[in-house]
């Protein structure tokens, strides 16, 4: 369905920018570059809506401290955007706005999201949101600031692992120069985003990676984290933010995954692989993502949701 996003914020008085749930720097990056680019052309300030904490490494993004956790749960917003949200229920309670709003406009780019706003730029084949939004900024025209194209770097940049993940593409790329030559600095941003680390975070993660299970002649390898080990290392929602990828690279690993505990009957999960679809795997317990990055949650406990996993997993 066309529409004309200029329309739409013209008219809007109200404006809510939403990001998912357990953000990362694509989903942070875009929801930063919509508010830069919307405020350059309109001279609108967009509310935006975090239902995480803001991961350390990303607290340096511009406007991102204009960011709110808790909003009036009374307020009606005119138009409410979604950036690098794969499916509704990852904006958590921020559905209510959603579900009130008078016009929903979705930015995404997994290949298992149900359109489910009533606008919907949706583009599997792009590496990340980050790069949607680039595009879809071109191709209307509007002004790529230099804090723009800061946020859009970070978006893909991190959604691409820095530019190594199989999702970057000769688009990605060309979409990556042209931000740094709009100003977005690739030595700065990458120290931010990969070279900004507190030490419970490596304490944490090192402890997780060393406890992890190998199975399936070492084919298949992951690791458990419990609410005692979070207390432990006082650790964040994004301290397993990492774990999935440093498992998936050991050379006999085909698929990795991490299992978090939410509560006694609740796990959620974090699947990488080398060739193995996982979003395939994910979607069966009402998850999805990437085919070799993917999530869900599963209304199980730790260890019957490793058994449902292995079960799910064919070489």
Known sequence: MEFNLDDIIKSSKKILLLSHVNPDGDTLGSMCAMYSAIYDRFKIKADMSIVSNVPFNYKFLPNIDKAERYFDQSLIYDLVITLDVASIERIRDSKIFFDKANITVNFDHHKTNPNFAKFNIVEPEASSCGEVLYKFFRQNNWKTSETTAKCL???????????????????????????????????????????????????????????????????????????????????????????????????????????????????????????????????????????????????????????????????
């Open 153 to 315: 770097y970070v978006a893909i940049m991190t959604d691409t692992g820095n530019f190594r993940f199989e999702n970057t593409s000769a688009e990605a790329m060309r979409a990556a120069a042209d931000l740094i030559d709009l100003g977005a600095n690739p030595n700065i941003l990458y120290k931010k985003c990969y070279e900004t680390k507190t030490k419970s975070l490596v304490m944490f993660q090192n402890y997780c990676v060393n406890k992890a299970v190998f199975s399936e002649d070492n084919k298949i390898v992951y690791t458990t984290v419990y609410k005692k080990d979070l207390e432990k290392y006082s650790a964040g929602d994004d301290y397993t933010d990492g774990i999935a990828e440093t498992l998936r690279a050991i050379d006999t690993t085909e698929v990795a995954f991490v299992l978090k505990e939410v509560d006694g009957k609740t796990t959620k999960v974090s699947m990488r692989s080398k060739h193995i679809d996982v979003a395939k795997i994910c979607e069966k317990f009402n998850g999805g993502g990437h085919t070799y990055a993917a999530g869900c949650t599963i209304k199980a406990n730790i260890n019957d949701s490793i058994s449902n996993i292995m079960k799910e997993i064919k070489f």
